[in-house]
């Protein structure tokens, strides 16, 4: 646990610093995947098969965020207005 919530401290520090919108985005979809792991550790902690279901949602939605979003960046979206 410990090691996976270092991870996604390095992770959000990328999320901030990153020079690119790539380089955030690619930040944003390793937080989802860091936090669906954490889930998972924590159920198996606690002996709770109900975070594994919100695990499972978590990983369902970023995933579709990530289509989404390349989706968008495929049609020429930048973020920027110019």
């Avoid at 098969?49 to 979003?69: E, H, I, P, Q, Y």
């Amino acid at each position: 646990m410990l090691i996976l919530v270092l991870a996604l401290v390095l992770t959000f520090v990328r999320l901030v610093v990153g020079p690119s919108l790539a380089d955030r985005v690619v930040a944003l979809e390793l937080i989802a995947l860091i936090a669906v792991g954490i889930m998972i550790v924590y159920a198996i902690q606690v002996e709770r098969a109900a975070f594994l279901d919100v695990a499972l949602v978590l990983a369902l939605t970023a995933f579709m965020a990530a289509v989404g979003f390349a989706r968008f960046l495929e049609r020429g979206g930048s973020g920027h207005n110019e």
